[in-house]
């Protein structure tokens, strides 16, 4: 399939100061380094409001409406995940029925996984489908250098490649399936 994959990278954190900022730039650069993929970025703290959110193609829904698939950013606060990434998901129904959806997470000891694993069950009922492959951070702070730069990258950059080629595959064939027919006429 010739047309590109377009994901929507989710920032998971609203904080002020936060990491997603650190973790997301970095998954950004890897996404924009693959032909076949074209990125939209899904920041509930910058894209909900304002003159901006106005503009045709900007608006939350929008983006996430157009989006083949996902790509979920998320800390772990209280051994879940924050309260701004549940809103923003439960803002929307049918704009992620039938996609895929992958997760870098970060975090302290378990590196965000519990917060994934609850993101998982709210996805299913979403009717979205999760990748099984993810990226985690255990102790983000301390693998990224001040400039955002990963210190040992060879980890993650493969895990990243595995989730992001089977990303592409349900990508590819869910896009392929509600084309034929569409998501809504399966319920």
């Not at 980890?155 to 990243?160: F, I």
Request: negative net charge; proline residues 5%; contains cysteine.
């Amino acid at each position: 399939m010739s047309e590109k994959i377009k994901i929507g990278v989710i920032y998971g954190s609203t904080r002020p100061g936060r990491f997603c900022d650190t973790v997301a730039r970095w998954v950004v650069d890897q996404i924009f380094q693959k032909p076949e993929f074209e990125v939209a970025i899904i920041d509930p703290a910058s894209g909900g409001s304002g003159a901006e959110a106005e503009k045709p193609g900007h608006s939350l829904r929008e983006r996430i409406a157009d989006a083949d698939a996902f790509v979920v950013v998320t800390p772990e606060y209280n051994h879940g995940y924050p309260a701004a990434l549940k809103s923003l998901i439960d803002s929307f129904g049918s704009e992620w029925h039938a996609k895929p959806v992958g997760f870098v997470s970060y975090g302290g000891v378990s590196g965000g996984l519990r917060a994934v694993e609850q993101l998982r069950q709210v996805f299913a009922e979403l009717h979205a489908v999760t990748i099984r492959d993810s990226v985690s951070f255990a102790s983000a702070w301390e693998l990224f250098d001040s400039d955002g730069a990963l210190k040992s990258p060879e980890r993650p950059l493969r895990q990243l490649e595995a989730m992001l080629k089977r990303l592409k595959w349900w990508a590819e064939t869910l896009r392929n399936g509600r084309e034929a027919v569409p998501y809504s006429a399966a319920a």
